[in-house]
């Protein structure tokens, strides 16, 4: 269903987060509580006159689903799905002659890409959560307004267990916020005098994504409630930046074969089995 036509029409779950006339500055994600098998048409009347599309995914269908669509899935029988969700800043922009200069332009694996949100296949579904950056300029306010230099336990706490957050609802939150803060401590330039507002840039982006995940005031999302977000470590992001390093090496030196296979890749469509009796469908 195409929210730009309803936006107003619809009974969005948590209001005034999809924006029709600015959508890339859209308040992250909203909802609407719908069961597509038993419509109450007296609840939601609106619906009656609203369009939308209906369709059926075969084996080998790849359904791609336009930016901000309202969409809803249900599997008709126990084979696998795949979905892939692409979000990306509004504000970054692709420079061409920027990417020219890069020292590679072959395709390289999802896996070593330095994504913002990681997700590790456990925790917190990194989907719909702020833009971390956000939640920096907002403890830089204030660390400014308490007129602190460097940040207190005090401070940091009172930014990440605001409203529903998962850090002011969780039963070991005060033993969570202290590891939190300990972690990010340790990236100031002097961990004992703890971080000053110079060092809320040596943080990496992606250690900040757990206190903008689990600071959220609005709460979890539904699937995420008593989860938390979980960092891709040190470890495995070395991994990656030593793949990457491999491969730079590797041009450098002529050897610009991918390491796993040079095979194409073959697509096959394959058809499910037609039922032999009715009841089997």
Known sequence: MNPFWYDKKLQWARGNKFKSKNPLNNAWTDWVFLDPDHVDLIVQHKLRNMDYYELIQEAGDCIFIPYAMLHQVEKLDDGMQVAASWMFLPETIYDEEVCAKAPLDEDLPLAVMDTLYMYTGKGIIPQGYGDPRHYV????????????????????ASTVSQGMATLATVRDRKAKIKKLFKLITSYAEDPSKGLTEKDLRRVPLRIWCKPAAEGDDEGPLPCDVGEEYLLCNDTEFRKMDDYVQQRVAARRDGNIAHPLSSEPLKHTRVYPRKPKRRNEL
């Open 137 to 156: 300029n907002k403890l830089r306010g204030e660390m400014r307004s308490r007129q602190e230099q460097h940040l207190k336990l005090k401070t940091f």
